[in-house]
């Protein structure tokens, strides 16, 4: 059950003047340094899939670490990768994730359609 006290950090972010269009598209094919709007594109994309995973799994204390520790990572590195290299790392997290909470095909299906949100709102990929 979703906590109605619970603020939804994308909707604020999307409602400010400086984002009511479509976020930024991030150009993962160079090797510059994120921007300071991309890093946090970035970081509320991330904090996003942490809330969508754990209010949709019920996740033991050793699967809420990992997935708190591989967030945490991915967050760190926007502030030490390129985007090149971030994004590289980003894909090694999620199947490392996925593979630790998936327990059946739905569940593997279901993470990786919340993947696939956060990389559209991130704009991190093209998504067919």
């Known amino acids: ?46 904090q996003s899939l942490q809330i969508s995973i754990t209010q949709q799994f019920q996740l033991n204390n050793e699967q809420t ?5 591989s967030i945490k990572y991915l967050a760190e590195s926007v502030d030490r990768l390129n985007k090149v290299d971030w994004k590289s790392i980003l894909i090694g997290q999620f199947f490392t994730v996925a593979t630790a909470l998936a327990s059946n095909p739905h569940q593997f299906d279901a993470l990786y359609n919340m993947f696939l949100k956060v990389i559209q709102v991130v704009h991190l990929l093209p998504v067919p």
Do not use: C, V
Request: proline residues 2%.
């Open 65 to 69: 670490k990992l997935l708190g520790d």
């Open 1 to 46: 059950m979703e906590d109605k006290n619970t603020i939804d950090l994308w909707a604020e972010y999307l409602k400010t003047n400086r984002f009511q269009q479509r976020p930024h598209q991030i150009n993962f094919d160079d090797i510059s340094d994120f921007t300071r709007d991309e890093k946090q594109q970035i970081l509320i994309g991330l």
